[in-house]
Each structure stands twice: as C-alpha cells, then as structure tokens.
C-alpha cells in the first residue's frame, strides 16, 4: 500500500511539473508582446464578416410553403419572423468585429486588418490568420409542451411555441494551404415560459403563463458575445500550438483571461479543446 501511495505522489508530481513546464511557455508569449521584446514578431491578419445571412429555419417545417403565393409567403414569413426583419446588418456586424478586435487586441499582438481573403498571407510562425468566410444570423421556433397529470388521472398540456436566435461562424484559422481548416462556433439565445395552474374545475384548468421573449436588442448582444469570444478562443489556440511547436508535444489547454490578459487556468487539452472551435 505504501508503494501505491509513493508512486500516485510521483505521477502527481510529474504531471505538476509538465503543466507548470507548459504554462511557462505559453505565459511567456503573452509576456513578450506585453513587454515589447524583439522576440515578439509575430503578427495576426484578420479578414472580418463582410456579409450577413438571415435564415428562418422554422419556414422549413411549413408544408407547400414553397407553392404559396409571395403574398401567402410573405405573410407566413411575418407572423414567424420577429428578429431578423428587425436587424441593421451593418450595425450587427459592426458590433461582433468590434467586440472581436478589442478582445484580441488585449493580447497586445500586432493585427492587420485585410479587406480582401485572397490577399491573406500564408499562415505560418509568423504570420497567424483569422479568415470570416461566413456568418448566419438564424432564427427559428421551438414547439414545446408543459403538460401534469392529476390525482385522478386527467392529463392537462399546454402547447406553445419559444423562439431562439443563433449566430453561427465559420472560419478559416491559420490557413497553410488554399483549403486551409474550417471551424465553427455559435451563441445562441431563446425565450422562456414559465406557467402556473391558478384552477382546476371539472375538467377544466385555468393557467396563469408568462414568457421571458427575446429582442432584436438580444440578438446584438449575441453578436457582441460571440465575438468576444471568438477571439479568445483563438487565443487559447494559439497559446496551445505556440507551447505545442516549442517543446514538442502539448497535453495543456489554456484558459485564457482577456480582461488581464493572461491565464486564468489550465486543464487538460482534451477537457478544454471540447469547448473550443469545432474543427469541420
């Protein structure tokens, strides 16, 4: 038994010292920006959202939808849209490239701003690339049901519908190649319902309802969210693949903290990589 106990204190330690061996590495790139070395050259190239897609999903689920006249389309339209026919397109895209730029910006790395894809560089040590290739503005209904049964087996439901509104990205991240790697994030908000039975009286049940609904005001604040957190994903990529290059192997993942501009943790690169970009 004391053998096991020896050897779990060992491993323990080995593993203290490799994340302590890693996070070393990787605060030492954000210090050396922060401090104007000569070491901090590289430098990051952004091509921001030009564009933005307005998709209802929930139109989808609409039978003959599409055989419809455009005044029969246009009026289903309406009474499933409440969001996206509110949206100002250049000041949603403008809110998610601003919170983007000034989170990235916190880690002091030089950023070029590239109006045009086909003039991004050739991702490399040097040269780290942020590629928008496209943005959807999504919003769509979710039926749902609140539903109890009594004691003396009478089944009550109440069906509703809450809306939801998605932002969803891809990008193309350090790119070393003309197809380069695509990845994908979202955020994402929707309504709630919240609902008390005031009666019941033969057979009949009286409901006291309330919703929690979204705003076009909501949908902005995901895109400032979003896109705050865009970069610091991108962050955190970084970090791991700058610790990755310089010992070899990296089996860290870094939390990474914009608002001090350094680590606020360190977990496993399998437990963090989970809640990072999904890499398509």
């Keep these: 038994m004391k053998h096991i106990t020896v050897l779990t204190l060992l491993l323990s330690l080995l593993l203290l010292t490799s994340c302590s061996s890693d996070l070393y590495y990787a605060g030492s790139f954000l210090y050396k920006f922060e401090r104007s070395k000569p070491t901090a050259t590289e430098k990051i190239y952004v091509h921001l959202p030009q564009e933005l897609i307005h998709t209802n999903s929930s139109l989808n689920n609409i039978a003959g939808f599409m055989l419809m006249s455009e005044h029969e389309q246009d009026s289903v339209i309406g009474s499933k849209t409440k969001i996206l026919d509110k949206i100002d397109d250049s000041i949603f895209l403008s809110q998610f490239s601003s919170a983007f730029l000034f989170t990235l910006s916190r880690t002091r790395i030089p950023i070029v701003l590239v109006d045009d894809a086909s003039n991004m ?160």
């Excluded at 439901?157 to 969803?168: E, Q, S, T, V």
């Excluded at 009286?201 to 969210?225: L, P």
């Excluded at 690169?269 to 890499?279: A, M």
């Design 121 to 280: 560089p050739v991702a490399d040590d040097q040269h780290l690339t942020v590629d928008f290739v496209q943005m959807e503005a999504e919003e769509f209904l979710e039926p749902c049901t609140s539903s109890f049964r009594t004691r003396k087996g009478l089944d009550y439901r109440y069906d509703y519908d809450l809306r939801h509104f998605a932002l969803n990205v891809w990008l193309k991240l350090d790119a070393r190649d003309s197809v380069g790697n695509i990845y994908f994030k979202n955020e994402e908000v929707e309504e709630s319902f919240h609902g008390v039975v005031n009666s019941l009286e033969e057979g009949h049940a009286t409901m006291r309802t309330s919703f929690d609904r979204i705003t076009v005001n909501d949908a902005y604040r995901v895109a400032r969210r979003l896109g705050s957190l865009c970069a610091t994903l991108y962050v955190e990529k970084v970090l791991t693949e700058y610790v990755c290059r310089t010992k070899g192997t990296n089996h860290t993942y870094f939390l990474y903290d914009a608002g001090m501009n350094t680590i606020e943790d360190v977990i496993p690169y399998s437990e963090g990589i989970k809640e990072s970009f999904e890499k398509l």
